[in-house]
């Protein structure tokens, strides 16, 4: 009989590379001093569409009785399921690191670790528009409290855990209802902190600018819906790699504690290397170090992203980084180099 500890986990298996992903998944776990226990939900587009809402419903409730859920990419379809089961789920928060990573080429050289904390629902991303006449178009920009207030504790609590400062950002000088409501909540949830966590502001725009020119200045930024959305990218662009970004998302109670979360890559399901061997599990793997991190067992968490940093740093990755590694030759990579870093751990 084992004596594991036992974690129960949501899998959202999806498309494209979804598949091989999930095997590289299985993998890593199999090799990991826990015992997985994978509750499958398949989230194919064909299933979707033939089971319509009741593929969100199977989703729903099985992320209600895990708590946690790994999530693959998936073909966005008429629907985009993501949406969906952000509303139902009330996921306020999305959480992206975005850290340089030796080993892979960028053109930008300086160091950047920047952990973005963006505001899930409400911008403009809501709102279908609405066409005014023959030539205008308008769209409503929502600006919530609630998810304001979620995403400013969840973004000071990850500071103080990692001794960081917070940038909020927003153009409030020019938004000044919505970003202006957005900036208010941070400041009074920052009077929650202010003896622990640094805070400041910068404007949209410049943060940009002020980023590429001196990322070591910005560690935990606080942003909403549109603006995380761009800076995720940015990010991601500096540090070499779409595909290996990794987001957590949430939901909260009423003190502001996660009650349900989900992780998964940030790369799309890449049809045209599907079904050859050919993806990237790093984004996956580390998504999966992010969950571990939440269940509070950031010793094996960190244990994996060392293997996984370890290989791209000494030339073993696949082959959109450079390398000439396959999914299934760089998982076992990775996990050859794990006992190392579990026995350290």
């Known amino acids: 009989m084992s004596d594991k500890q036992v974690l129960e986990i949501t899998e959202l298996c999806g498309d494209g590379i979804g598949p091989e992903l999930e095997v590289a998944v299985a993998s890593v776990a199999e090799a990991l001093p826990i015992d997985f226990r994978f509750e499958k939900i398949d989230w194919s587009l064909a299933t979707r569409e033939e089971k319509g809402l009741l593929a969100i419903d199977e ?29 139902r789920l009330e996921f306020s928060v999305i959480y992206r690191p975005c850290i340089s990573i030796p080993g892979i080429s960028s053109n930008f050289k300086q160091n950047v670790n920047a952990h973005i904390v963006r505001v899930a629902t409400g911008g403009t991303y809501d709102d279908p528009g609405q066409l005014i006449g023959k030539h205008a178009a308008v769209s409503l920009r929502m600006v919530e409290r609630e ?142 170090g992010m969950l571990l991190d939440h269940v509070d067992r950031y010793d094996i968490g960190h244990a994996l992203r060392l293997a996984l940093l370890g290989a791209i740093a000494d030339g073993e990755k696949t082959g959109d980084l450079g390398g000439s590694l396959s999914t299934t030759e760089f998982t076992a990579e990775v996990v050859r180099r794990l006992p190392d870093h579990l026995q350290a751990a």
């Not at 504790?153 to 209802?177: D, E, W």
């Not at 910005?218 to 790699?241: C, H, P, Q, R």
Request: with cysteine; charged share 20%; proline share 4%.
């Open 147 to 288: 998810p304001c207030l979620h995403a400013a504790h969840f973004a000071f609590r990850l500071a103080r855990r990692k001794s960081m400062h917070v940038t909020s950002s927003s153009k409030h000088t020019i938004q000044r209802v919505t970003d202006g409501l957005f900036e208010d909540v941070v400041d009074e949830v920052h009077e929650l902190y202010k003896e622990e966590v640094n805070d400041r502001k910068e404007l949209f725009d410049a943060l940009l600018a002020k980023l590429v020119l001196r990322p070591q200045d910005y560690e935990v930024i606080l942003v909403l819906n549109e603006y995380g959305d761009f800076l995720s990218d940015l990010a991601s662009g500096l540090v070499g790699s779409l595909g290996t970004g990794a987001s957590g998302s949430f939901a909260f109670d009423q003190n502001h504690d996660v009650t349900l979360a989900m992780f998964d890559p940030a790369g799309g399901t890449a049809p045209d290397i599907a079904g050859q061997n050919k993806a990237n599990p790093a984004a996956i793997f580390l998504a999966l």
């Open 59 to 87: 989703a729903e409730a099985s992320m209600r009785r895990t708590g946690v859920g790994l999530k693959y990419p998936t073909v966005t379809g008429t629907q985009s399921p993501n949406a969906l089961l952000r509303r």
